[in-house]
Structure formats: C-alpha cells, structure tokens
C-alpha cells in the first residue's frame, strides 16, 4: 500500500473529527475506506494524536466490529442470534463457507472478494433468518438463496 | 452520633472511623488498622477496581468494592462476613486457575501477592481447569522478562507505563477471557518504546514481568581464576539492601555490603559515588562552558539512562541539549578499565570485569550500548540489581545481619557527599550546584538543602546566583512529570538553564531494581543519603582527593574527555 496515500486519507479523517479526536470514530473512518486497519495507519495515528501504540492496539483488538487484516470486498455478516439461530441460521453459514471454501479460521477468500462472519444480532429478528452484505440486509434466507445471492454480487 | 465534633464518621465491623478527605472506602479502612487484600490499588495509580479482593459488605448485604466507593458520612460497612470470605476465595481461585502455578521456579517467589494471599485465605484446591492459550514468554528485553501465563490482568504494570511514565509500551489487548497484557501487535518488547525502567516489574504483584536475571554469568566470572572482577556500588543501593534482611529501612549497609561482595569472591570494590564526582566535575564544567560561551541551553542530565532511552526515542530535538556525560558507572568503569590496561603486567594478564551493583534495571541495557565500550567490549560486564545482591548474599549463605561492615578499597575508595546524594532526586542538581559556587559553597551547604532541591514533588524548581545572573534550574523525577515539563519549555511557558531527570519518581532511590517502594520507604531512604553526605568529610566533587589524582594523571589531557563522555 502507498503509505503517502494513507497518511494523507488519515489526515483528512482526523481532520473531519471534532478537535476532540475520539479513537474509535477514526479507526472507523479509517476501516470503512480500507475495509480494514491496515498496519501501517497504526504508527502514523499514534505520532499524530500522541497515544501510544499499544493503547491504540489495545482498543482496536477490544471491539470485534475492527479486522486487522484485510476483509473481501463484500462482507458477508451471517446473524447468529437467538431467533436467527432457532430459525436456523447455521446451515447457511456453513454452506457459503463451504462455497467459499472458508472456515472458521479463515473467513475471507485468497482473492480478497468475499469475508463470511457472524454477529451476534442484528436487530432485524422478525426477518430471521437474516444476513447483510456490506451493510444490505437480506431477510429470511436459506442456504440455496444464499449460494445464490453469491451469483448475483458477482 | 455520625457527626461527634462536626468530625464524619462512617461505621467499620461495628466500630466508629472518622473520615478526613479519604477518596474511597479503602483508604479509610486501612486506617483503621485492617489489611484489606488489593492487587490492583495503588494510590499514586489511577483507580481501576478490577480485581475485586478489597470488597466490604453495606448495611443491605450489598457488595461493593471499596477501592472505587467513596465514604459517606453514616456509612456501615463490614469486611470479614461469611459471603465476603467465600467471595475472595472465589476470586482467588478463579485467578489461579488460569494461573502458572510454577512457584516454586518462579523469581517471584515468596515475595508474590497472589501467593501471600492465597495462603492468607487458607486456599488448598482449585477446581478449575486453566482454558487460555499458554503464550510465550518474552525475553527480548536486557532489563525485563515476561511470562503472560503469570499475569492476573490486574493492570498496574499498564497504568504505571502510561500514568506515571508516560511510556505505554505495553497495554491491555482483546476482551474478556482472550484479554492479555501485552504490546502493539504483541512484538518483542525490547522493539517496543519499552525504556527499561522496570517500574512495570516493581508493581506487578506476581511473576508475570520481572527484573532480568543475570547472576549466571557474574558467579561464573566470580569462579574464574582467570578474570579479575572489580564491584562498584551505587549509592541507592547501600540505603535499600537492608529492607531484604529486615534492618530498619534507610539503614546505611555500605560496609556490610562491601564485606558480603569480597567474601563472594569480588577482588575490589569500590563506591560508584566516586564516579559521581568525576560526573559532577564534567557535567559542571559543561554546564559552565555552556552558559559562559553561548552553548545550547537548557542542559539536560544524562546519567538517567531510562530518560536518555525516553529522549533517544521520544525527543531527538533534544539531542543537543542532553549532557554529553557518560554516568557515574561509565565513567568509574573506564576508569577502572584503564588502569588495569596501565598496569598489566606478565604475559597473560588476568581479565578484568566491571559489575555494577545498581538500583537500576535501565544500566542492563545501557551497558550494551554502543557507546558505553571499552576498546570493543562493554566497559561495565555485568549489572545486577540490588534485589539480586540480595539473592546472592541468600545463595551463598551469608548471615549480613551478623557481618562486619569493611570499608571500600583504594584508589577509589572516596567519595564526597555530592557525589553520594546522587540517588535521591535533586541529588545531582545539588552536587552541581556546590561545584557551581565553588569553595564558598563549603559554607553554604545547607543553605543549598533548603533552596528546594530536596523533597519527593514531581517538580521542583531552584534558582541559583551565578556571577551577574540568576540561574533557573528544574528537577523532574517521573518521566510523565518530564514530557509536562518539556512540552513547557518547548512551548516557550518555561525556561530553564538546567534540567535534572530521573525516570523513577523519587530518583534512584525508588529505582525498578530495589525492594518495591511506591508510596513508602522514600523519606527513610532519602534520609539515609543525606546523612551518608553529613557524615562524609568532604562535600564538594571538586575536592574529593581521587578525581584530583586522575585529572593530573590517569585522565590527564584528553583522556577525560575520552573516557569520561559518549560524545
């Protein structure tokens, strides 16, 4: 990654904050532009707002929602919550992975085109079972409608 | 009742305790004479109630911790109920299971919190299996080691890098039972800013970081017939040692230490004061040189070498202004390196190696700098600690109690006052000082004390006549208290002519490798230095009759300025 481009994209999100600088907000910013924290913005944030690195390590590895390493162009959250779950939620998980040929390890493609993930709820359980792909919600799925969607984002 | 002479009052196990300006719970029942267990309060650290042992029970059977429950007037709290015990012991043994349990290898050893406290709450089973991942242990660092399979999260170690030190190489990462103290990405920690001041491993209350041990090597040397090995000791040293064999704390041990060091089989000993006199001369006469011929100001002390780590990767600005002095154990160091490279004789001279016996766990990493060689090897060979001293005077069976003091051999065998309060903070400003006014400061010594160099604030600042001007000097102990105090002068809201750092708060005195202090045993310390300096017969650096015999001879020409700096 061209590091000068990064630095000048952090600055602009810093920049766009409020004089304030919450970590979080920017790490977001930061990760909804490379869909991940890439490790280079680690050092140059920690110059930049004067907090350590291990404080900033430290608060992106405590929230699941940050990757540290890169995710696929389309991400894939598969709802795991309780209603999803009894609706049977894990079927479709396990059939995109295996589509995908993904695991619990490894959840995105070599080609970086698809990361496959679970969340806890998403708020949407009289759709369930429910999926978003990067954000769009997808209600009440199966697994061959989801080995289709797969299909149609290609 | 709750208000006898307008005094609050709060109910502890049925007893009445006034409240006055205590913060929380805690500190009040402390007071009143009970030894509530904590592992992660300390009053100088932020609050964090993570370890939940200092728990008390209120009127309404409700919990609370009392190290984040403030007092409140009418308060009744109790701290010994049956739901109270089985909660700590719950605690505890949830702590263990997930703990190397190991003790009996483990540098901490007899001297670990958990342990006192599992042993307090009499606690003999623990049902749990331990579940985490047994991470590696960390021995990238010269000062430090660290074992995460020790580690009870409790997070002192964290809050004393970033709080008190400003440093915050190591800091909490993933959430709740995947939680590790560690460092950014978990790299090695001696490729971290980590600047070896080991406070980190003074507070933790178990074995999870500790002072790096390097005993091996020195008794191997000790056993060599071959290898001449020369002890210098710090000044800190002699007035914290005795805490380890229960002699009054701040007791001056110089002279029991010196007999133990020659009946381990050190060959000479001498006191590394000597080479804080040569430091007060150089850094003096820079410091003068400076102010006289327009030099960079203000100037900075060096003999600090967690601070010099802490500009080195913090404030390369101030490069220049830091003091181009080698520490009182460099400079005695080479010192001693050259007169045995003077005096060889025969054809295959006995090796000698320097150990320095420090409060200090940054001097294991400063010996290994490139600018601290001595013809290709490091000046100094070894540096332990003064918890390691301890350890083998213990190992080779010494009684210190029963030993006779001895006094430290010559040539270098004196060494002033000035150069002996080195290990209290302010003890360099004030020996720079005495140089500073010359002779006529030999009347002023106590003056000098009272201008506000002594004392345990974070900073304190002197002012000082010098010819036609006034010179301002400061004192930062705490490296925290430091970066405060150079981003003031970097912003233009202070000046200074002179700046003394130490990394640990208090100077070296509460130093990372002596028996742990934080909050105690500072004063009886400090005291000890001063009165090492009110007994000494001479005060002054300058007149100390050693540093007189090497400049006209051993340092004659430009060999001070070769042995004796790193630039």
């Known amino acids: 990654m061209d590091n000068k481009e990064l630095y000048q994209q952090i600055d602009e999100i810093i920049n766009a904050q409020s004089s304030e600088k919450p970590i979080v907000a920017i790490l977001q910013d930061i990760q909804e532009v490379y869909r991940y924290l890439p490790r280079e913005a680690f050092d140059y944030l920690s110059e930049k707002l004067g907090v350590s690195l291990a404080k900033i390590y430290s608060i992106a590895t405590f929230y699941e929602n940050f990757s540290l390493s890169p995710k696929g162009k389309y991400v894939i959250k598969i709802c795991d919550g309780t209603a999803c779950h009894v609706r049977k939620s894990i079927p479709i998980l396990d059939a995109l992975r295996k589509e995908l040929g993904l695991s619990g390890e490894k959840n995105t493609t070599d080609d970086l085109m698809y990361t496959v993930e679970t969340v806890s709820c998403l708020g949407a359980c009289g759709l369930a079972p429910v999926l978003t792909v990067n954000d769009k919600v997808y209600p009440a799925m199966t697994p061959e409608k989801a080995i289709e969607l797969l299909g149609e984002l290609k | ?567």
Not at chain 2, 155 to 164: A, T
Not at chain 2, 378 to 386: F, K, L, Q, R, S
């Open chain 2, 1 to 567: 009742m709750n208000t006898m002479n307008n005094k609050k009052f709060m109910m502890i196990d049925g007893l009445p305790v006034a409240i006055e300006g205590e913060k929380n719970i805690l500190d009040v029942i402390r007071k009143a004479g009970i030894d509530l267990p904590t592992l992660c309060y300390y009053s100088a650290l932020s609050t964090y109630g993570a370890c939940r042992m200092c728990v008390v029970e209120g009127k309404h059977g409700e919990i609370m911790a009392s190290c984040s429950t403030p007092p409140r007037s009418g308060m009744e709290i109790k701290t010994n109920t049956p739901r109270l015990q089985k909660y700590r012991k719950m605690v505890l043994e949830l702590m263990l299971a997930d703990h190397c349990r190991d003790c009996t290898t483990c540098d901490k050893n007899f001297d670990c919190k958990l342990q006192e406290l599992a042993q307090r709450f009499g606690l003999k089973k623990v049902r749990f299996e331990p579940y985490s991942i047994w991470d590696k242990t960390d021995n990238s660092s010269l000062a430090i080691f660290r074992d995460p399979n020790k580690c009870i999260i409790c997070g002192d170690c964290v809050r004393m890098c970033s709080e008190i030190q400003n440093v915050g190489a190591i800091d909490f990462a993933h959430r709740g039972s995947k939680m590790e103290v560690t460092t950014a990405f978990n790299m090695p920690i001696a490729e971290t800013n980590c600047v070896n001041c080991g406070q980190c491993a003074a507070i933790c209350p178990t074995g999870a970081i500790t002072v790096k041990n390097d005993l091996g090597p020195l008794w191997e040397d000790l056993h060599d017939p071959n290898v001449r090995v020369v002890a210098q000791i710090a000044p800190a040293v002699r007035v914290a040692l005795g805490d380890e064999f229960d002699i009054p704390r701040g007791t001056n041990v110089m002279g029991k230490m010196v007999t133990a060091l020659r009946r381990m089989g050190f060959d000479e000993v001498y006191d590394t004061a000597t080479g804080a006199d040569l430091t007060v001369i150089e850094e003096a006469r820079e410091f003068i040189d400076r102010l006289e011929n327009g030099g960079k100001l203000p100037l900075f002390t060096s003999c600090c070498p967690a601070w010099f780590r802490y500009a080195e990767i913090n404030h390369p600005e101030l490069y220049d202004n830091i003091s181009s002095c080698k520490s009182p154990i460099e400079m005695l160091g080479s010192v001693i390196k050259e007169r045995a490279k003077q005096q060889e004789t025969g054809k295959k001279p006995k090796k000698t190696k320097v150990v320095a016996i420090a409060p200090c766990t940054a001097k294991k990493f400063e010996i290994k700098r490139d600018e601290m060689q001595y013809e290709g090897e490091p000046t100094v060979a070894h540096t332990i600690t003064t918890i390691e001293l301890a350890n083998m005077i213990r190992e080779a069976g010494l009684r210190f109690e029963d030993i006779l003091p001895e006094a430290v051999d010559m040539p270098y065998g004196i060494a002033s006052g000035a150069g002996i309060i080195f290990g209290v903070t302010g003890g360099v400003t004030e020996a720079v000082i005495r140089y500073v006014l010359g002779s006529s400061a030999r009347d002023h010594i106590a003056d000098i004390s009272f201008t506000g160099v002594r004392g345990f604030d974070g900073l304190k600042e002197v002012k000082i006549p010098y010819k036609e001007q006034e010179l301002s000097i400061a004192i930062v102990s705490g490296l925290k208290n430091a970066e405060n105090l150079i981003q003031a002068i970097q912003s233009g809201e202070a000046h200074y002519d002179f700046v003394e750092v130490m990394a640990c708060e208090g100077g070296c005195i509460a130093g990372a490798g002596q028996p742990f202090v934080l909050g105690r045993a500072k004063p009886e310390r400090a005291d000890g230095m001063y009165e090492a300096d009110r007994l000494s017969n001479v005060k002054l650096s300058a007149e100390n009759p050693v540093a007189d015999a090497l400049y006209t001879g051993l340092l004659a020409g430009d060999k001070a300025h070769h042995l004796l700096h790193y630039k």
